[in-house]
């Protein structure tokens, strides 16, 4: 067998390209520190459960936040949580209940999903309610410097006195309508003006000001807490895309009146997800909580499924994709297992460790090269998935198959050493992905099996029981009645595979839609 020194795992000198929303290209990745990155994402607003949209929002930037630890980065990254708003305040009041009581159960619900997703908790996650002094600080900072003005104890922003309004959005001042959570207030100087403080309201929970009772608007939470943090200049902001306008734009508008050198150098906005072609939101009741999917599959068929797109793109939601996500990484799982339990059974070889099989060095380097080649540009996901993985997963089996034959030693050796070599490369990319599963691939793959029986509507002793039935039909030479039994298993997601004089069976995508959830 011809055999090869394997190369460095250090990553390669590749520049990191990330689209820039406000110049709508992608742009080389540098810092304003080098070395650090500073990071800022906007959170959820707590009032219910969470759902597919606010998971593909903290998976993409878990993604990003994962893959600048990758290249050794220290990263600084904050998501906010708002605790105080309209729909909190509306909701608890429906419900009877204090609304920061309410909001912190579901900020609280939020972090849970988001373990089950196995994304990384930011470095920081700051509450609007615990930072009203640096909220009032910058408020009264914007009144200082002539661009906000007080009515009535609420006090406004003045679009006016900000001339570049509109630069990320590319929407003209003459044409902005008020905020989408902000009614037409005929007060205000400009439509497009908004609200920095609410002067409080019977039955909303305030604080004193300088301006009397009131709570913070929507907009200059973000400001105060990414300046708190960050100060006024960082390197990423980012957030979903229809934060674009108002909520971005105004915080640029509010962070460049309180401190004129306030600057983020990238702004990177994810796509929507969507339900049959319309963008999913809690407001118009077209949604799926993040727990309504992972009742069925597996939280990781889920985050799959949902970095299957680049982050930018559009995603449209589909039970399908959702099976073929699940029978991926079910593939993936199974593949690592059996790698795992075929190479436990050899001891470590203290020989020459870096000597490995030529096609093994290949396949090592075209998933490194693609890996690094795909993240680098602006965290192309959706084509690592589908390449250079997939060709190591194939390598892998090939390779354990040829390992049950015997052969020479020295060939052996070179073979368990290629193995675990491309092995551990492909558990590094899932690692920055965010699909090395945290338990050990057997308990995954039972879970995977178990949510599988699950939508078919099965018990395992009723799928054991049709293997059973199947082998007396083949035993009786009733091959029709054999070929049945395993059609109608696999239009339920369950595929019967064969082994010699043995049968398993193993989770699919049904040959006919699934009910839909």
């Known amino acids: 067998m011809e055999t090869s020194k394997e190369t460095t795992t250090a990553a390669p000198n590749m520049d990191l390209m990330i689209y820039n929303s406000m110049t709508q290209q992608k742009e080389l990745f540098t810092t304003i520190v080098p070395g650090k ?5 906007c959170g959820v607003t707590a009032y219910d459960l969470s759902h597919l949209g606010h998971a593909r929002a903290a998976i993409s930037f878990d993604i990003l936040y994962r893959y600048l630890k990758h290249l050794k980065y220290e990263v600084t990254y904050v998501r906010n949580f708002t605790d105080i708003d309209d729909k909190i305040i509306r909701w ?13 159960r579901y900020c609280e619900e939020y972090l849970n999903d988001m373990g089950d997703l196995q994304c990384r908790l930011p470095t920081k996650q700051p509450c609007v309610s615990g930072h009203m002094k640096q909220i009032m600080d910058m408020i009264t900072q914007i009144i200082n410097n002539g661009c906000a003005y007080v009515v009535e104890g609420d006090v406004f922003f003045d679009v006016e006195n900000s001339p570049n309004y509109g630069q990320l959005s590319r929407q003209r001042l003459e044409n902005n309508r008020a905020g989408e959570r902000v009614a037409v207030d005929p007060r205000k100087r400009n439509p497009a003006d908004f609200a920095l403080w609410k002067a409080a309201k019977p039955g909303e929970k305030s604080w004193d000001s300088p301006w009397g009772q009131g709570r913070p608007g929507w907009h200059i939470e973000c400001s105060a807490m990414s ?3 960050l100060t006024f200049k960082f390197d990423i902001h980012g957030g979903g895309i229809d934060l674009i306008f108002p909520h971005h734009e105004n915080e640029i508008a509010q962070n460049r009146a309180a401190c004129q050198e306030s600057c983020v150098r990238y702004w990177m906005h994810n796509g929507h997800v969507t339900i049959n072609n319309e963008k999913m939101s809690k407001s118009s009741g077209n949604f799926l909580t993040i727990r309504q999917i992972t009742e069925r599959y597996h939280s990781l068929a889920l985050r799959h499924f949902l970095i299957s797109a680049h982050y930018r793109s559009p995603l449209n939601y589909s039970v399908m994709q959702l099976e073929s996500a699940s029978d991926s990484i079910f593939y993936i799982y199974q593949t690592l297992l059996d790698c795992e339990v075929t190479l436990s059974v050899f001891q470590e070889d ?6 490995i099989s030529a ?11 693609e890996f690094y080649a795909r993240m680098s540009d602006d965290l192309n996901t959706s084509h690592l998935l589908t390449g250079a993985v997939q060709d190591a997963l194939k390598f892998i089996n090939s390779h354990l198959n040829m390992l049950k034959k015997k052969q020479p030693k020295n060939q052996q050796l070179v073979m368990i050493r290629s193995l675990r070599k491309i092995e551990n490369k492909v558990k590094e990319v899932l690692k920055v992905l965010g699909l090395l599963p ?17 939508r078919a509507g099965l018990v395992e002793a009723d799928v054991l029981f049709m293997i059973e039935k199947r082998a007396t039909a083949r035993k009786n030479k009733d091959f029709s009645m054999s070929d049945q039994i395993r059609a109608d298993l696999s239009t339920r997601g369950i ?4 082994a010699g004089n043995e049968t398993f069976w193993r989770p699919c995508v049904p040959v006919c839609n699934p009910t839909a959830l």
């Open 92 to 104: 608890a009041n429906k419900l009877g209940e204090d609304s920061l009581s309410l909001s912190k």
């Open 359 to 369: 096609p093994a060095q290949l396949c090592f380097k075209n998933l490194q090269d």
């Open 495 to 498: 595929a019967l595979m064969d």
């Open 350 to 355: 203290d020989g020459e460790k870096d000597r």
């Open 227 to 229: 300046a708190r943090y």
């Open 37 to 41: 990155v500073g990071m800022y994402v």
């Open 438 to 454: 945290r338990s050990g691939f057997s308990q995954v793959l039972q879970q995977l099996k178990d949510k599988a029986l699950k």
